[in-house]
């Protein structure tokens, strides 16, 4: 091949030039170029990014993206949450209980932005922060410094509000299948703006209980026994659920759904892996100690509260070892960044024991829980906060001090918001609607509409039960 000159290219570019159009060949220039660019560009940004000039500065950021990240795993037990209760329940109120868990992180956030977030982190007093309400995103009411000097106040925000979130889900589960709707909204509203963050207060944010040394690392009394107070005050004044306990005996009343159930509760253990390595509040190398601390309390819960039903009742309860692995969870929370792995076992194995003589003892009293909140979440709340003080760096008068104090408000504050709810607006269903079920009583909609007709028409009627039978 040769140009009009006549001159004879290499035998290459010959065959460069017969494979490729004159368009290919135009681009290898222009190849060259974005590449010689790209390459210096990438080059001086590596000199000119400030993140990478200032490692304070990216480990802001890296801190940033760790408490977002823990901040949707806190969140996402909400729906741990929901589908326990669901499946400890029966079908007839599956509806009603979804709503209640998906509404009231709804109802949190709001309660949380408005209120309870400058009452628990706002400058004021060793026993309330008094202002900040309202969060607009600056740090400065909180006593934080601005980004880019510190963490945003708005994922700080973001990650406390999925924690109090947490204490008035809690509360759903031990009224659950008989509180009236409206009642349950607006006594979440007032536990969420009001009473947890005055609390939380005392202890995270440099309070009375702080001050005289109180150790809870990520909230086993803040979160998970205020939680359970409250849910206790409200199982006492709402009365047990019909057919509960009758002839001095107690009654089961099954869930409907194990499968339901045993994916919460999965849910919940991934969703502890925010819960408790996210309240180092930074990405520290401490956080993997956290994690695996986590993980060792709640299988250490599973298999011992499994044992131990095995033992006492002759066979292994699908729905203790649940709540034993919850238990240990709980249980943990408190000491899991300063406590050694052994110790982590230990704590988690007398939690998962604990909680099924707890569930045991409530029933005796006559406190109908149909989840197992209260022992769960209070019981061993008490017990994780106690364990800081024998096997971590707390002082065990002082850790006791901080749980009656804590639990005294708290038992105190729902006890009277409960009362004043009763002898207003009311705070249980009727007779008539509870046997029914709150799915149509509450809401008019079925969980499984039409699947029990369906089944019924199927099998020709033979052998299977009605619909109201079922539902009761």
């Not at 159930?261 to 253990?269: N, P």
């Not at 709640?298 to 039903?309: D, E, F, R």
């Not at 804590?406 to 729902?414: E, K, N, P, R």
């Amino acid at each position: 091949m040769e140009n009009s000159r006549g001159i004879q290219y290499p035998r290459f570019l010959r065959s460069i030039f017969k494979n490729f159009s004159t368009s290919w060949l135009a681009c290898i220039p222009l190849v060259a170029v974005i590449t010689v660019v790209w390459s210096t560009a990438a080059h001086a940004q590596l000199y000119d990014d400030p993140v990478a000039a200032n490692p304070e500065q990216f480990q802001l950021v890296l801190d940033s993206i760790f408490l977002l990240f823990c901040s949707v795993l806190v969140i996402f037990m909400n729906a741990g949450f929901g589908m326990l209760e669901t499946g400890f329940c029966r079908q007839k109120n599956a509806v009603n209980i979804l709503s209640k868990n998906l509404i009231v992180f709804a109802i949190a956030t709001i309660a949380y932005w408005a209120i309870g977030y400058g009452l628990m982190y706002g400058e004021g007093s060793a026993f309330i922060g008094t202002s900040g309400f309202f969060f607009a995103g600056d740090g400065t009411p909180y006593g934080d410094g601005n980004y880019p000097d510190a963490v945003p106040a708005s994922i700080s925000f973001l990650f406390q509000v999925a924690f109090a979130a947490t204490a008035a889900t809690i509360v759903s589960g031990a009224v659950a299948e008989r509180i009236k709707y409206d009642a349950f909204l607006v006594f979440s509203f007032l536990l969420v703006a009001i009473s947890y963050p005055i609390t939380g207060h005392w202890v995270w944010d440099g309070g009375w209980l702080s001050e005289m040394g109180f150790s809870d690392f990520a909230g086993s009394t803040v979160v998970h026994s205020v939680g359970g107070w409250a849910a206790l005050a409200g199982a006492a004044i709402l009365g047990p659920r019909l057919g509960k306990y009758q002839e001095g005996r107690t009654s089961a009343l099954p869930g409907h759904n194990m499968g339901f159930a045993t994916l919460g509760c999965l849910i919940l253990w991934i969703g502890w892996f925010g819960f408790n390595p996210g309240s180092e509040l930074a990405a520290t190398a401490n956080v993997p100690h956290i994690a695996v601390t986590t993980n060792l309390a709640a299988a250490a819960g599973g298999i011992t509260s499994t044992l131990t039903t095995w033992t006492k009742d002759g066979k292994p309860d699908l729905s203790m070892t649940i709540n034993g692995i919850l238990a240990g969870l709980v249980g943990i929370t408190a000491g899991c960044a300063d406590v050694d792995m052994w110790e982590a076992v230990v704590i988690g194995a007398i939690a998962g024991v604990i909680v099924v003589f707890s569930v045991s003892f409530f029933d005796s009293i006559k406190i109908d829980d149909p989840v197992g909140a209260t022992s769960v979440h209070l019981v061993c709340g008490i017990w994780g906060t106690l364990a800081v003080g024998i096997f971590g760096t707390g002082n065990f008068i002082t850790q006791l001090i901080g749980i009656i104090a804590i639990g005294a408000f708290t038992l105190i504050f729902s006890g009277v918001v409960w009362s004043i709810l009763k002898a207003t607006i009311g705070i249980r269903v009727h007779r008539e609607e509870e046997m029914q079920g709150l799915d149509i009583s509450e809401h008019g909609m079925e969980a499984y509409s039409g699947f029990v007709k369906e089944a019924d028409i199927l099998s020709g009627g033979a052998g299977i039960p009605s619909s109201a039978s079922i539902n009761e």
